[in-house]
């Protein structure tokens, strides 16, 4: 299996078209090495890319130094601590299944072991012995032969 590129199709207006052609003649380069160079930056950055003009960099730099992108959020230590707890006791409980799964294991290969052992059947050892040889006979031989 190689590493086959694949397509993407975008659908933009024809003034956004322009303007992509346009920005791609100043790189001096294809409108498709537009694109690839926006999805490798996407890729990246896991999907957190803003796109803006340039003259707009600098000033959404100056006007709001609080916000930044990707916004940020504060999370109780609490949440953090109980997120740590339960991915340790997933953790344990992985642990705990792959153990149970060895046991299983061991115990159908020592189930398989036992039944490819020789069998005997009662019926085989019963036809083997005599008449006088068997445990189950009731009486003595007097009784029988008067009838």
């Known amino acids: 299996m190689g590493n086959k590129n694949k397509t993407i ?9 322009e303007t992509l052609r346009g920005i791609a003649e100043e790189r001096d380069i294809s409108l498709s090495a537009v694109f690839r ?9 896991d999907g957190q890319v803003e796109v803006v003009p340039e003259h707009e960099i600098s000033e959404s730099t100056e006007s709001s130094d609080s916000e930044s992108f990707p916004p940020k959020v504060e999370v109780p230590k609490s949440f953090v601590r109980e997120h740590e707890r339960l991915e340790l006791e997933a953790e344990h409980l992985r642990e705990q299944l792959e153990e149970h799964k060895r046991y299983v294991t061991k115990l159908r290969q020592e189930l398989d072991e036992y039944d ?4 005997v059947h009662l019926d085989e050892l019963d036809g083997e ?3 006088e040889d068997s445990p189950y006979r009731i009486g003595n031989d007097f009784e029988d032969s008067q009838f």
Do not use: G, N, T
Request: proline share 0%; hydrophobic share 35%; glycine share 0%.
């Open 129 to 131: 012995q005599s008449e």
């Open 9 to 17: 199709s975008f659908r933009v207006s024809q003034e956004k078209f």
């Open 37 to 45: 160079d926006y999805v490798d930056l996407l890729v990246a950055h």
């Open 116 to 119: 490819q052992e020789d069998v």
